[in-house]
Structures are given as structure tokens and as C-alpha cells.
């Protein structure tokens, strides 16, 4: 992995695992950044640093990092956070669209839960991810979430994959390539 943008002060501590969650894949595990309790604090403050005068309503979070990180910021924030889930994880209080998208390596089908006592519509939305690679998880967020009428105002993740995708208008904190 080259580092190609880094954009926090502190020392990066990165891990990569072959052949995880299936051979051919090399996954990038970014949990030593949220294990150090410095380093966390420093991405929650540069994702509250970039999403505070955008008027938000709503953190949504994809599982499972996306939650910690998504669930951090809206705190600080003093906002909603809404947890996107697989298919048949949360409790049946979702919205009926359920959305499929594609993976490094594989299908998979997440849902969104109800917002209470409110629909999505015209709700100011942030969109929080660990990594970005191919992007098709966070663009199936993003599409699903204008069809049922929510305002995207931005997405940001840690990582950005640039070599997989051709995001610009994705905030991230550090951008790499495979190598």
C-alpha cells in the first residue's frame, strides 16, 4: 500500500490481512487508527471539522466501522445517527427499499432503519464509511437515500482507495493505492 495523501498528524498504523474475508482479497484494516484513543479522537475532529456548517440532521453509518466513526461524529455533533445494516440485521422497523450493491468480491443487500416519527424526506444527511474502494456501498447509500427523499450533503471516509474508484467528491483523511 503507497500512501499517496495523509491527511492527520498522527502516526498512521495501518494493517493489511491477505486472502481476507476470501483468498485473492488483501483487506485494509484500519482499526489500529480507531484503537488509539489520539488518533480517534483526531479523525472525529477532522470529520466534525468538515461536516459542521452543512447544516446536518443525520449521520448515516454503514456497519460495522462505519458506525463507530459515524456514531462519534454525530454525537459531537449533537445529531441523529442512523446505522445501515445487512438485509435481516436490524429490526423490522425498516424502510421498505432494501438496496443491493456490489463488492470487491461479492453481492450484498443492506437496509435502512425507519427514522421515528419522520420520513427521510428533506433530511440533511452525512454519509460515514471506513473505506472507500470500489464506492458502490456508499453510492447505493446515497442513491437510496435521495429515492426516499433525504438530502446527501456530503460523504467522507478514512480511506480512500484511489486506484479503484474515480470519487471527487468523496472527503477522506488519507488516500492510497494498492501495491
Do not use: C, W
Not at 474475508?21 to 483526531?42: A, C, R, S, Y
Not at 473505506?131 to 447509500?141: D, E, P, R, S, V
Not at 474515480?166 to 477522506?172: G, I, L, N
Amino acid at each position: 500500500m503507497k500512501i499517496l495523501r495523509n491527511n492527520l498528524k498522527s502516526e498512521l498504523h495501518i494493517r493489511t490481512q491477505k486472502d481476507f474475508p476470501q483468498k485473492g482479497v488483501e483487506f485494509i484494516d484500519i482499526m489500529p487508527l480507531i484503537i488509539q484513543k489520539e488518533t480517534f479522537k483526531e479523525i472525529v475532529d477532522k470529520f466534525i471539522e468538515e461536516i459542521k456548517d452543512k447544516h446536518v440532521e443525520y449521520i448515516v453509518g454503514a456497519e460495522a466501522r462505519g458506525f463507530m466513526i459515524g456514531a462519534a461524529v454525530a454525537t459531537k455533533l449533537d445529531i441523529g445517527f442512523v446505522p445501515v445494516r445487512k438485509a435481516g440485521k436490524l429490526p423490522p422497523n425498516t424502510v421498505e427499499k432494501q438496496f443491493e450493491y456490489e463488492k470487491e468480491y461479492g453481492k450484498d443487500k443492506m437496509e435502512l432503519p425507519k427514522l421515528v416519527n419522520e420520513e427521510y424526506t428533506g433530511k440533511r444527511v452525512y454519509i460515514i464509511d471506513d473505506i472507500y474502494a470500489t464506492g458502490n456501498t456508499m453510492k447505493a447509500m446515497k442513491k437510496t437515500i435521495e429515492e426516499l427523499g433525504g438530502i446527501v450533503v456530503g460523504q467522507g471516509v478514512i480511506m480512500n482507495i484511489k486506484e479503484l474508484n474515480d470519487a471527487s467528491d468523496v472527503f477522506s483523511l488519507i488516500d492510497v493505492n494498492e501495491e
